[in-house]
């Protein structure tokens, strides 16, 4: 199971850590994956959805509709919902 957006398809970062004396060391910069259910009123069902808390704010502002097909539109949509 990937620790990708259902909706925008964002993943993890790469990076580095860096130590007060400037060593690095390889990190992984995760996203803030929630599951979560939404209820899609044009098709009338609740689907449940892996999104980042930045997705979900998005969500609360557009609604699902608009960012479903926003999504559908961008080809960016990893779950058919």
């Given at each position: 199971?990937?620790?990708?957006?259902?909706?925008?398809?964002?993943?993890?970062?790469?990076?580095?850590?860096?130590?007060?004396?400037?060593?690095?060391?390889?990190?992984?910069?995760?996203?803030?994956?929630?599951?979560?259910?939404?209820?899609?009123?044009?098709?009338?069902?609740?689907?449940t959805?892996?999104?980042?808390?930045?997705?979900?704010?998005?969500?609360?502002?557009?609604?699902i509709?608009?960012?479903?097909?926003?999504?559908?539109?961008?080809?960016?949509l990893?779950?058919?919902?």
């Amino acid at each position: 199971m990937s620790r990708k957006d259902d909706i925008t398809g964002k993943g993890a970062l790469n990076g580095y850590r860096s130590s007060k004396s400037n060593n690095k060391t390889k990190h992984r910069f995760q996203l803030n994956l929630q599951k979560r259910r939404f209820y899609v009123p044009e098709e009338d069902k609740w689907v449940t959805l892996k999104v980042s808390a930045k997705t979900v704010r998005t969500i609360n502002k557009k609604g699902i509709s608009a960012v479903l097909k926003e999504a559908r539109k961008k080809g960016t949509l990893i779950k058919e919902v």
